[in-house]
């Protein structure tokens, strides 16, 4: 849905005092594939990329925002401190994003919730402060894919299923459900007002929106970065001859124009068997399973399928099986029965953490760099 015509001098003009094309903010990429980047960010991004979030969550002056997120990320200050500056609502920064924080918010009024996965998976854990937020308007998750258990028992609990949305530092947020719309559990929804997408194969070729073929996703819009610090290299690898932005990672989309993030194409784009496969979508029919409390998984190399999908399993007990610990017998039958068998790990390995950074996203290269053999 496109935004209304905003007025010179009215809130939401882009071009208004302090919205010009001048630098904003130096934000480091998180460094999950790589060595970080300072990514230059101008007013104008950041003021194109709230005003269509606010058109998509219907974020308006009545909303207070809650969140215990890093203030040092697009998620917890861009989105959750000049989004609400931006709209002219209230901010309550909970300090810790614990569960029993985000219950007490509700008291205060809080109506628009932001947090992680990791975040989530907490508060639908305690049955209390899920059901609390059911006076929220809004609970929006971002900066990881959020497993569909934990989509279904906020759904459950707190009488709404949460949204989900897509972007990145370089590109502040590109893709969400709307407030209005669909809340498709696995999927980032739909291109926000003024954004394009579209999906490339390795030689370039477009790669149709079937809701099946896999290929990198690329965005152009208002609210994309004016580069990268130092870095023509980087400038050079990231932006196509045409003025795409190529996000590097990996996306089915669906006839409807649905969006699910699949991985990033350094690690998670498997060829195997000479099929390519998107590591989230076996990551997501591993979560599926109650005995799985979370999921990575990874190519390696193997000499005769090119790469063998490894999965790192974090188990859960569960009162179904007597309280034992899933097997990868078991997984590896359980994911052959949603997905073609192509995608099926062929290991899997039980591990009581995964690695991961600041914000929660798990380092794959790290598990990349374990031994193959145990």
Same mark, same amino acid.
């Given at each position: ?25 130096l ?11 300072? !990514?230059v960010?101008?007013?104008?991004a ?5 005003d ?8 308006t ?13 697009v ?8 989004g609400?500056?931006?709209?002219g ?7 810790r ?17 932001f ?7 907490r ?5 209390? =402060?899920a059901?609390?937020l059911?006076?929220a308007?809004?609970? !929006?998750?971002?900066? =990881?894919?959020l ?28 893709v969400?459900?709307?407030a209005?719309g669909?809340?498709?559990p696995?999927?980032?929804?739909l291109?926000l ?6 999906? !490339?194969?390795?030689?370039g070729e477009?790669?149709?929106q079937d809701?099946?073929s896999v290929g990198?996703?690329?965005?152009a819009?208002?609210m ?9 290299d ?12 190529r ?5 089915v ?15 998670d784009?498997?060829?195997s ?9 076996v990551e997501a029919a ?9 999921a ?10 090119g790469?063998?999908?490894v999965?790192?399993?974090?188990p859960?007990?569960?009162?179904t ?14 994911? =052959?029965?949603?997905l073609?068998?192509h995608?099926?790990?062929?290991? !899997? ?12 996203k798990?380092?794959?290269?790290q ?8």
């Amino acid at each position: 849905m496109a935004q209304a015509p905003v007025e010179p001098g009215e809130p939401g003009d882009p071009t208004g005092p302090g919205a010009g094309d001048g630098a904003a903010f130096l934000l480091y990429t998180s460094g999950t594939t790589g060595a970080p980047k300072g !990514v230059v960010i101008s007013r104008r991004a950041v003021a194109a990329g709230l005003d269509a979030l606010a058109d998509a969550w219907a974020w308006t002056p009545d909303d207070t925002l809650v969140h215990g997120l890093p203030l040092f990320h697009v998620h917890g200050l861009i989105l959750g401190v000049l989004g609400p500056l931006r709209t002219g609502g209230r901010l309550l920064h909970t300090g810790r994003p614990t569960p029993q924080a985000y219950a007490a918010a509700a008291e205060s009024g809080g109506s628009l919730y932001f947090g992680v996965p990791t975040v989530w998976s907490r508060v639908a854990a305690d049955r209390a =402060a899920a059901q609390a937020l059911s006076t929220a308007r809004l609970l !929006v998750s971002g900066s =990881a894919p959020l497993p569909v258990p934990v989509f279904e028992r906020l759904a459950a609990l707190a009488g709404q299923p949460p949204i989900e949305r897509y972007g990145m530092t370089e590109t502040l947020i590109t893709v969400s459900t709307r407030a209005d719309g669909e809340r498709r559990p696995g999927s980032v929804g739909l291109p926000l007002a003024g954004v394009r997408t579209r999906l !490339v194969g390795e030689s370039g070729e477009p790669v149709p929106q079937d809701g099946e073929s896999v290929g990198e996703l690329q965005v152009a819009g208002p609210m994309l970065c004016d580069g990268y610090l130092g870095r023509p290299d980087a400038d050079a690898e990231s932006w196509t001859a045409d003025g795409w932005f190529r996000t590097g990672d990996v996306a089915v989309i669906e006839p409807d124009g649905f969006h699910r993030i699949v991985g990033r194409a350094s690690v998670d784009l498997i060829k195997s068997g000479g099929f390519r496969i998107g590591a989230g979508e076996v990551e997501a029919a591993l979560r599926d399973h109650p005995g799985v409390a979370d999921a990575a998984v990874v190519g390696v190399p193997d000499a005769d399928l090119g790469q063998a999908i490894v999965a790192y399993v974090i188990p859960s007990a569960t009162e179904t099986d007597g309280g034992r610990t899933v097997t990868g017998d078991q997984l590896t039958a359980f994911v =052959a029965e949603s997905l073609s068998v192509h995608k099926r790990p062929r290991r !899997v390995v039980l591990v009581d953490e995964l690695p991961r950074n600041a914000m929660g996203k798990i380092l794959k290269k790290q598990l990349l760099q374990r031994p193959q053999g145990d």
